[in-house]
């Protein structure tokens, strides 16, 4: 079983869209990164939240902190084909691991 | 570039082998991290070395091995391959060696292994 569950599993939508993942888990965090994953690469870390109800944004990307420190969000306005990618969130267990979730799969389309 | 380097990059081998996957980690990071990363199980964490000894342990079979020398360098053992082992292996570095917040791991490229 996955420490942090992401939804949806895979989302495809055109240029121009907005989409949102989700990461959610029943453990409290001190803190949760988002990565994004391309083909044939390693995961590249786009940003760390680590106070309950931050909002952190990155250019088009908008990353929100749960206020319990459990739960995350990924929206993206406006996709473009170079956000297709697998974005994932990892959090530092109690035992100082940090764990993965399985990611949600992002295919944009011109 | 994220700094980090591992090799081989692709590895086809057979059932009951055994094979030794390398990780050179960024300049000047003292944590070495493996991941299991395959369709169906996403990126599991396998186990974490901090300046020559072993961290955190996670989802590593007993089959498997891994070690960081004091050059910093770390290799995986993989002994005993079975089909269900192919998969990508990732290494990852980081400044950070312990506590709740790891700081951003660099991953490699990955080394994938296939076993027939």
């Known amino acids: 079983t996955q420490l942090l569950e992401q939804s949806p599993q895979f989302l495809s939508i055109q240029e121009g869209e907005n989409l949102t993942v989700y990461c959610n888990s029943s453990?409290?965090?001190?803190?949760l990164q988002w990565y994004r994953q391309e083909p044939g690469e390693g995961p590249v870390l786009l940003v760390t939240v680590v106070t309950g109800g931050e909002v952190k944004k990155l250019k088009r990307l908008t990353f929100q902190f749960g206020d319990a420190r459990k739960d995350s969000s990924l929206h993206i306005t406006a996709a473009q084909p170079g956000d297709t990618g697998l974005y994932l969130c990892?959090?530092?267990?109690?035992?100082?691991?940090?764990?993965f979730g399985a990611g949600t799969q992002v295919v944009v389309t011109p | 570039d994220s700094g980090v380097t591992q090799t081989p990059k692709h590895l086809i081998t057979a059932t009951g082998q055994r094979v030794t996957l390398r990780c050179s980690p960024r300049s000047g990071d003292l944590s070495v991290y493996w991941y299991q990363q395959s369709l169906d199980q996403g990126l599991q964490f396998l186990i974490q070395y901090y300046n020559g000894e072993e961290r955190a342990k996670g989802n590593i079979l007993e089959r498997f091995s891994a070690q960081q020398f004091p050059d910093l360098h770390s290799e995986l053992n993989l002994s005993s391959l079975e089909l269900g082992d192919s998969a990508l292996y990732f290494c990852a570095s980081s400044e950070a060696g312990w506590g709740p917040n790891t700081g951003e791991l660099f991953f490699g490229e990955g080394s994938r292994l296939t076993v027939l």
């Open positions: 990892a959090g530092t267990d109690s035992w100082g691991k940090l764990q």
């Open positions: 453990s409290v965090f001190s803190s």
